[in-house]
């Protein structure tokens, strides 16, 4: 019968959220996380020229045939646990034979995807997100990527008012055993006195925005789920994400001309699922930030009731709106 593939973490638990959904649609689902590969599961994938990939993937508790993938959700898998007792290079040719091996069939299934692996590790990346916001008809803050000090001082001094500066890639990073996150900061003209390290890695500048609140818009195929963040202290109100006991959320519409750059956006990078994050004007002008294809987006929907869920699950089931 046709079968939803998941992969996602074990421990992703938005991700039990669709699967119970999909389950209790009665839909047929098999779910896997990459790192099972190759030690709890097991792949005989075939191809010739009278059909696509075939044959089993299996699993101790489930088995699979790749041939009754009608739809795949691709949402941050594990890497692969490769076994035991080979040396560091070995494992990083077995690694890489897995990827290419069972990595290389999925992405090959022709069915839906929320979304292609492709296509989301293109648009992860911060200058293709501006770059296509800024062609699909969407207002962008004036932007400078550089490991130039001097670039830094030349952009804050044609900018009418202060700058921001974050992370160009994941904000995440682990130091000993303690997770750390890089907030956007709020430049100040001292800190633009002092650029010292600037010249080690690329870094992101941007023109700051007044804003009354933010937006974190979910689009989930068709569909759009638009959330007021707002702030409720100093912090919070230059990076949302420094302090999420004090945000309030609100439901709210998306101006027409924005959810129709949203969808040339979405259809420009292929993606059936993205978490976008607008910032919103006292006079209710909106400005694209930035945009996650793979965004967290359980508490949005606790926050506000947006069926969020139910709309990945209608996607994987080919359900219109």
């Known amino acids: ?49 009278d059909s696509g990939w075939t044959g ?12 009754d993938v009608a739809a795949v959700y691709y949402r941050t898998p594990k890497p692969f646990r490769i076994p035991d007792g080979m ?37 992860e990346y911060k200058p293709v997100q501006l770059d296509v916001a800024r062609r699909s008809g969407l207002v962008i803050p004036p932007t400078l990527i550089t490991n130039s000090p001097d670039a830094v001082r030349s952009f804050a001094a044609d900018m009418p008012g202060p700058l921001i500066c974050k992370p160009v890639a994941s904000p995440v990073l682990i130091e000993g055993d303690e997770l750390k996150t890089v ?8 800190d633009l006195v002092d650029l010292r390290g600037i010249d080690t890695t ?9 804003k009354a609140h933010e937006v974190r818009l979910t689009v989930v195929g068709g569909q759009q789920f638009a959330a007021e963040i707002h702030a409720g202290n100093a912090d919070a109100y230059i990076d949302w994400r420094s302090d999420y006991a004090s945000l309030t959320y609100r439901t709210c519409e998306v101006p027409n001309d ?30 694209f930030l930035e945009a996650n294809p793979c965004g967290q987006w359980d508490w949005i929907q606790h926050r506000t009731g947006h069926p969020i869920a139910e709309a990945i699950a209608d996607e994987l089931q080919g359900v219109t709106a």
């Open 87 to 123: 040396s560091g290079p070995e494992r990083r040719f077995a690694a890489a034979q897995a990827r290419s091996g069972l990595g290389g069939i999925i992405a090959a299934l022709n069915c839906r995807w929320v979304s292609h692996p492709s296509a989301m590790s293109r648009a």
């Open 258 to 287: 924005v959810a129709q750059g949203v969808e040339r956006y979405m259809q420009a990078l292929d993606l059936r699922f993205a978490a976008l994050d607008f910032i919103v004007s006292a006079s209710g002008d909106w400005t």
């Open 1 to 49: 019968m046709p079968t939803i593939l998941v992969i996602a973490s074990r421990e992703d638990w938005p991700t039990d959220r669709v699967v119970k959904t999909l389950t209790d649609r009665g839909a047929d689902v098999f779910r896997m996380d990459a790192e099972g590969f190759p030690q709890r599961l097991t792949l005989g994938g075939r191809i010739d020229d």
């Open 202 to 210: 690329a870094h992101l500048f941007q023109a700051w925005v007044p």
């Open 56 to 67: 089993p993937l299996w699993s101790p508790y489930r088995r699979l045939d790749l041939a």
């Open 183 to 190: 907030y956007t900061c709020r430049l100040s003209e001292e």
